[in-house]
């Protein structure tokens, strides 16, 4: 039933992005991400769960009998954190969205066709939105339900993007990062650390690449994914996040993003990065948590750059995206009335499954058990077209009811 799905959803409408990692999922790997999103789903009962954490956004989407009302809510989010402050637990609605039925498959439409980003119409959060959808079914949180909504989510987002130009003169998180570094005129050898290699690093990439960079030194947990943006420079380099303790090359500037939920540039990393060179450096942190400690820019001589303080930037670079907006919305529509449709067939096609098997139990009975004496008892001819008949009978009774729910007649 469509009322099944549900969605819990942080976003930077309603908190500072500093503020969204309390909704995060705070784990050291993807093994115990894995743990705690089982843990998080057998705890709740819930039937399905697609967990998706980007830069502006934390949500769960999920399938489930559960009412979604405040003593849920409260400790759904304790569960999440312990930690948790006693603000949000006082009055989470305050800080979370909470969506069920259409509501909230028009809310993951959203998401996936970019139209409840930070920067509408980037076209990252659809790879981000596949990408956490993978993970999930991987690990066998996901099943028919939320495999649906999905399909139609992708479906929906290509075709806004075709037929709309809110993707065009793309603008995405990454690209206002790199505005802001160009500000400061850096030298195109200037040295610059790159530590993570997912899709956000690997736009930040493209983009110093576009403006002819060279000196790039990239950093991942998996080192092949770090060599593939490494091989898109000159001078680019790759290394293990275990070698940054021992990374004595200086640096101008560094952008951090990665997967992981605590500060991986600490003040003791810095420190040995930093090589007792002077002057001031150039940090982007573009994660969610934050992976560059807060204490690492308050007490060192640098340029921060972090997601809240590319929101000004991002609304400068909106103006034109916003007048597509309603023809997105317009498209979005008919997708959204077409999906209880496809949910109802769906649902027969599953409910119908076993029609076929049935159906033919019933004529193996027929012939081999409450008619086998007199089928025993007729000519070789006769019980040859007895079986035809019976063999007709079955493939038409079987195609009946599968006809009936393609076409949504019951």
Same mark, same amino acid.
């Given at each position: 039933?469509?009322?099944?799905?549900?969605?819990?959803?942080?976003?930077?409408?309603?908190?500072?992005?500093?503020?969204?990692?309390?909704?995060?999922?705070?784990?050291?790997?993807?093994?115990?991400?894995?743990?705690?999103?089982?843990?998080?789903?057998?705890?709740?009962?819930?039937?399905?769960?697609?967990?998706?954490?980007?830069?502006?956004?934390?949500?769960?989407?999920?399938?489930?009998?559960?009412?979604?009302?405040?003593?849920?809510?409260?400790?759904?989010?304790? /569960?999440?954190?312990?930690? =948790?402050?006693?603000?949000?637990?006082?009055?989470?609605?305050? !800080?979370?969205?909470?969506?069920?039925?259409?509501?909230? =498959?028009?809310?993951?439409?959203?998401?996936?066709? $970019?139209?409840?980003?930070?920067?509408?119409?980037?076209?990252?959060?659809?790879?981000?939105?596949?990408?956490?959808?993978?993970?999930?079914?991987?690990?066998?949180?996901?099943?028919?339900?939320?495999?649906?909504?999905?399909?139609?989510?992708?479906?929906?987002?290509?075709?806004?993007?075709?037929?709309?130009?809110?993707?065009?003169?793309?603008?995405?998180?990454?690209?206002?990062?790199?505005?802001?570094?160009?500000?400061?005129?850096?030298?195109?050898?200037?040295?610059?650390?790159?530590?993570?290699?997912?899709?956000?690093?690997?736009?930040?990439?493209?983009?110093? /690449?576009?403006?002819?960079?060279?000196?790039?030194?990239? !950093?991942?947990?998996?080192? $092949?994914?770090?060599?593939? =943006?490494?091989?898109?420079?000159?001078?680019?380099?790759?290394?293990?996040?275990?070698?940054?303790?021992?990374?004595?090359?200086?640096?101008?500037?560094?952008?951090?993003?990665?997967?992981?939920?605590?500060?991986?540039?600490?003040?003791?990393?810095?420190?040995?990065?930093?090589?007792?060179?002077?002057?001031?450096?150039?940090?982007?942190?573009?994660?969610?948590?934050?992976?560059?400690?807060?204490?690492?820019?308050?007490?060192?001589?640098?340029?921060?750059?972090?997601?809240?303080?590319?929101?000004?930037?991002?609304?400068?670079?909106?103006?034109?995206?916003?007048?597509?907006?309603? $023809?997105?919305?317009?498209?979005?529509?008919?997708?959204?009335?077409?999906?209880?449709?496809?949910?109802?067939?769906?649902?027969?096609?599953?409910?119908?499954?076993?029609?076929?098997?049935?159906?033919? %139990?019933?004529?193996?009975?027929?012939?081999?058990?409450? !008619?086998?004496?007199?089928?025993?008892?007729?000519?070789? %001819?006769?019980?040859?077209?007895?079986?035809?008949?019976?063999?007709?009978?079955?493939?038409?009774?079987?195609?009946?009811?599968?006809?009936?729910?393609?076409?949504?007649?019951?």
């Amino acid at each position: 039933m469509l009322d099944r799905f549900k969605i819990v959803t942080v976003t930077h409408k309603k908190v500072s992005l500093h503020s969204i990692s309390e909704f995060v999922v705070k784990t050291s790997d993807s093994a115990s991400l894995r743990v705690r999103l089982e843990d998080l789903k057998g705890t709740f009962g819930l039937n399905e769960l697609l967990y998706l954490a980007t830069c502006n956004r934390v949500t769960y989407f999920f399938h489930s009998e559960q009412s979604l009302n405040p003593t849920f809510l409260t400790q759904f989010l304790r /569960h999440l954190n312990p930690e =948790i402050s006693a603000e949000i637990l006082e009055r989470p609605l305050d !800080f979370v969205n909470v969506l069920e039925g259409m509501d909230a =498959i028009e809310h993951f439409f959203q998401v996936a066709s $970019s139209m409840d980003s930070m920067v509408i119409g980037e076209r990252q959060i659809l790879g981000q939105l596949r990408e956490a959808y993978d993970q999930c079914r991987a690990w066998g949180l996901v099943g028919d339900n939320l495999r649906l909504a999905m399909d139609q989510a992708v479906v929906t987002a290509k075709s806004i993007y075709a037929n709309t130009r809110i993707g065009e003169k793309s603008v995405s998180v990454a690209s206002l990062a790199i505005q802001k570094l160009m500000r400061f005129h850096l030298p195109k050898d200037a040295r610059i650390l790159v530590i993570g290699a997912g899709q956000t690093n690997m736009l930040v990439a493209k983009f110093l /690449h576009k403006h002819h960079f060279e000196n790039i030194t990239v !950093f991942n947990r998996t080192v $092949s994914k770090a060599e593939e =943006i490494a091989a898109m420079f000159d001078l680019g380099r790759a290394f293990s996040f275990d070698d940054l303790a021992t990374y004595s090359e200086g640096f101008d500037a560094m952008v951090v993003c990665t997967g992981l939920t605590d500060a991986v540039i600490t003040p003791a990393l810095y420190a040995q990065l930093l090589q007792g060179e002077e002057g001031s450096k150039i940090l982007i942190d573009l994660a969610i948590p934050h992976n560059i400690a807060r204490s690492v820019a308050a007490e060192n001589d640098v340029h921060y750059i972090e997601i809240d303080g590319l929101r000004a930037l991002a609304q400068e670079n909106m103006g034109f995206r916003e007048q597509e907006v309603q $023809s997105a919305k317009e498209m979005m529509a008919e997708f959204l009335h077409e999906f209880p449709k496809i949910h109802q067939q769906r649902r027969l096609e599953i409910a119908l499954r076993q029609v076929p098997e049935e159906i033919r %139990a019933v004529k193996d009975r027929a012939m081999n058990e409450v !008619f086998h004496k007199e089928m025993a008892g007729l000519d070789n %001819a006769t019980r040859v077209l007895v079986e035809r008949m019976m063999e007709y009978m079955e493939k038409k009774c079987i195609g009946i009811p599968m006809k009936a729910a393609k076409e949504g007649m019951l």
